[in-house]
């Protein structure tokens, strides 16, 4: 019978640029791996002088009245200032797998911050913040389908978030591979 | 016959960078577990800070540090897609256990929370 799991590997980035080569051991009875997914947090951020680089909506409207001498009505002329852009997401990284079995990556991900734009088309201004706890999509895993014979997955990672800012950020990524194992 | 049912098991977490952990009985007459979810009164803590091992009977769902956030669903699904679907697992003894670790994330400043965990469930109707 077939069984599924799921092996968590960290990596620990810590400066800008960073380049990260690593190995994901799975079990020895790994018949497949079915489907990867990233996670990540933040673990301290060692300077302040960088800007967030997220761009902010900005919305004005501008309403001028003139009063016209004859016939006795109102021109309302109405000047809109500046649009409401998509925001550019957050690069974090770049993640790549390679399976020890076949030649080239089997997996390559940009790895992203939080949605930006997931608040776009909320015009409620209920004053229930749009977040990505509160409004964001189910996560489920990328599904691929790989032979894990050999057992061993090469990795590799190169940090985007930091070089983008100029500053160190500490920060975790977390790889999950789901697999398929036989009981 | 048999009826779906949703299951709510609460811990609270009162310390930052602390583990808690806890045993929840399910009730005899549960044939199946089809899904999971994990929320919170305070999501954004439960979304940044959290990971949890989720064990039902004693079989291992979710392995230690496995994120919490993948196990969230905002309000913008479906209610009936809410839940990550286990497949339909027999609960055995019925015991569920939830080892959730809160962990310092440099987003958040820590207060004290609950952690709600969802069972979507199918039972044995007792009449």
């Known amino acids: 019978m077939m069984k599924e799991g799921v092996i968590i ?7 800008q640029g960073e380049r990260k080569h690593f190995q994901i051991k799975l079990p020895n009875d790994t018949k497949h791996i079915i489907g990867i997914e990233y996670g990540g947090r933040l673990v301290s951020k060692a300077d302040t002088k960088a800007v967030e680089a997220i761009p902010k909506a900005a919305v004005q409207s501008e309403v001028v009245t003139t009063e016209a001498t004859y016939p006795m009505a109102e ?49 409620s201004q209920s004053g229930f913040p749009v977040n990505d706890f509160t409004h964001g999509n189910k996560r489920t895993e990328e599904i691929v389908k790989v032979d894990a014979e050999s057992t061993i997955v090469q990795g590799w990672y190169l940090d985007a978030i930091g070089k983008t800012q100029k500053t160190d950020i500490n920060y975790e990524v977390t790889i999950y591979v789901w697999i398929n194992v036989e009981e | 016959m048999l009826k779906a049912t949703k299951k709510r098991f609460d811990i609270k977490i009162t310390q930052a960078n602390s583990t808690v952990s806890d045993t929840f009985e399910l009730d005899k007459n549960i044939v199946k577990v089809h899904g999971v979810l994990v929320t919170s009164d305070k999501d954004d803590l439960l979304y940044y800070r959290g990971t949890q091992k989720i064990e039902i009977n004693k079989e291992e769902f979710f392995p230690e540090n496995y994120e919490s956030k993948l196990l969230m669903s905002g309000i913008n699904v479906a209610p009936k897609q809410r839940y990550y679907d286990l497949g339909g697992v027999a609960p055995g003894n019925g015991r569920v256990q939830i080892t959730y670790k809160d962990l310092d994330d440099g987003r958040t400043r820590f207060e004290p929370y609950r952690v709600s965990l969802y069972l979507d ?7």
Request: hydrophobic letters at 35%; one cysteine or more.
């Open chain 1, 75 to 123: 021109y309302v002329e109405v000047k809109e200032r500046g649009k409401t852009f998509f925001k550019r997401n957050q690069l974090v990284g770049e993640l790549k797998l390679q399976s020890s079995e076949e030649s080239n990556w089997f997996y390559a991900a940009d790895v992203l911050l939080n949605d930006s734009n997931i608040g776009l088309g909320d015009f």
């Open chain 2, 121 to 127: 469930c199918e039972m044995e109707d007792e009449l």
């Open chain 1, 9 to 15: 590997t960290k990596i620990n980035i810590k400066r």
